[in-house]
């Protein structure tokens, strides 16, 4: 059976309910890896998960997710303390030193291997764990999907974060990330991806669609129009989709028809978890319904 895996950040989202906040399971990583397992693919977390409150609630919430290779740590969870615009876009502000979401280290990360890796968001770029996990992963011999979701507000040095990006790029096969992200980059285009080793590049443009890039050329697919309540999780539901076309077609075969196919998917996909408060990505009976 393909083994997929997700490492990165499980932390908690505190969400804006009236007046208060509520407390939501978030993370990009643990996003992806419960988006990936509500589509059926087995898939296993990488990242600490604290021994609190917060510790209980996470587990709840990744239920279908193996934890088995995660780590269990005294140590509190990351904050992320969202708020939501007018259109119902996200902005974060993140409480992250000192605590089990970014306490990657050689000596419990697994000494197996997935099939697939998907790693991402601010696991890659937090040292002193981005770091051991870019050593741990780089031994892997696995196909990884790269997911930066840059976050300026964490890490505003634009080289810092273009540095670590193109290292990661380096043993990844696939590398996915919004057109907010290569603007605050200063990409021009995505050349720069295929220069340092990635096979496919997409790239989400919100209600505009996904364009995925190959040597092949260029596939697009347009958005899906629903009613957003918030966009919380999406991006990280499209690298799901991504891992699963990944699994199931195998990566040399994503170009063209197929690519298209994945990527449709992809953007049925965001759009419905784009209908609900929170991260909260569909089931595989559910997107197949839609």
Not at 9 to 35: H, Q, R, S, Y
């Amino acid at each position: 059976m393909t083994k997929a895996w997700v490492a990165g950040e499980v932390l908690i989202d505190l969400l804006p309910f009236g007046n208060e906040k509520k407390a939501v399971v978030g993370g990009g990583a643990a996003n992806t890896a419960k988006a990936l397992a509500n589509l059926g693919i087995t898939t296993s977390f990488i990242g600490g998960v604290s021994s609190d409150e917060y510790g209980e609630l996470i587990r709840k919430e990744l239920e279908r997710v193996d934890l088995s290779r995660a780590l269990n740590s005294d140590l509190p969870i990351a904050l992320a303390i969202v708020s939501l615009d007018a259109d119902g876009s996200a902005s974060y502000e993140f409480r992250l030193e000192g605590t089990a979401t970014f306490d990657f280290r050689k000596d419990w990360l697994s000494k197996d291997r997935p099939d697939v890796l998907h790693v991402g968001t601010l696991a890659t770029i937090i040292e002193p764990g981005a770091s051991e996990l870019f050593e741990w992963a780089s031994g892997l011999n696995a196909s990884v999907v790269f997911d930066p979701n840059v976050r300026p507000s964490v890490v505003p040095d634009r080289k810092k974060y273009r540095d670590a990006i193109e290292k990661w790029t380096k043993i990844a096969a696939v590398v996915k990330l919004s057109d907010e992200d290569l603007a605050w980059l200063g990409y021009e285009g995505v050349d720069h991806f295929f220069e340092f080793g990635a096979k496919l590049v997409v790239v989400t443009r919100g209600a505009n669609g996904i364009d995925g890039y190959t040597q092949s050329g260029l596939v697009s697919v347009p958005g899906v129009v629903v009613d957003v309540v918030d966009t919380v999780g999406a991006g990280d539901t499209v690298g799901a989709v991504l891992v699963e076309g990944l699994v199931k077609y195998g990566l040399k075969n994503l170009v063209s028809e197929r690519l298209f196919e994945v990527l449709n998917r992809a953007a049925k996909a965001a759009a419905i978890t784009c209908t609900r408060a929170g991260a909260k990505p569909p089931t595989r009976e559910e997107l197949e319904r839609s």
